[in-house]
């Protein structure tokens, strides 16, 4: 896997599963939330930093529809993930430290800043390539 050696996690193993429509319904039915957004799961990655692995997911119909090119982005940001676990990790201990009524909050917000700053990161290493490789 090509993103794996671009950001230097050789010594990362790397496990590749996939899943389809019934896991996202068990997933949805047990988040109240997420029946009212249209939020769609196409990957999702489990990352131990202690044991150097990496469990990357991948939902079965996302190669039917999806482009080569979006395909090697979504690569890119699940790997991204891999990359900025060990910060992942530090703020989720400092979140257990809060009240149960205000964690709630944060644990939200400080997902979405991760999703977003993962998109942005891997959207500019993308664009970096593809300029990289037109030379
Ligand atoms: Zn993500």
Redesign the pocket.
Known sequence: MRWKKIFKLDDYTFIFTKFDDEVINKKNSSLDQSKSSNFIIC???DTSTEYRYAIIEVHENSFDDASNKNIDNKAC??V??VLMAPYANISWKLLQELPSQERKVYKKWRKSE??EF??RLADIICSLKKTQRSK
């Open positions: 990957s999702t990655v940001h699940e991204m993930h991760e999703e993962t998109s």
